[in-house]
């Protein structure tokens, strides 16, 4: 399976970007400001994106969150990067957040849960049927 994750909205506060899967639109995302770390920015803690790349997912249990979900292997610089539910900047640190924007509604998506439900329903089907997932961020 292979994710991609344009971003295409950038405040002061967080980044806004569509997620494909397949080459199919399958959500919105909201993560923190985009610092460009891969141009040599510096990171802010809990408030930063994490660099564009491909990265492999898998799924694993949750200390915080107490339960399985999709997490991002061997991003630069951060640990336990997951994409998860949420609806604003500080609801992750460093996570990807997953739902519908609505350009009225700044740095702001919504209908979390059920984005969540549809994408991590994928995600568990194609690793139970052996598939390699990788998600690139552009």
Known sequence: MKIVLQRTVFTEESTIGQLMVNNRFECHTLEDRDRFLEDGSDKVYAKTAIPRGVYRVTRTL???????????????????????????????????????????????????????????????????????????VI
Not at 73 to 87: A, K
Not at 102 to 130: C, H, M, Q, V, Y
Request: net charge negative.
């Open 62 to 136: 949750s200390n915080r969150f107490k339960r399985v979900l999709p997490i991002l292997r061997d991003v630069p610089n951060f640990t336990g990067v997951r994409i998860h539910t949420g609806n604003k900047a500080e609801d992750t640190e460093g996570c990807i957040l997953v739902g519908t924007y609505k350009p009225e509604t700044e740095d702001w998506i919504s209908n979390s849960r059920d984005s969540f439900k549809k994408l991590d329903k994928k995600i568990e089907d194609a690793i139970n049927d052996g598939e390699a997932i990788t998600l690139e």
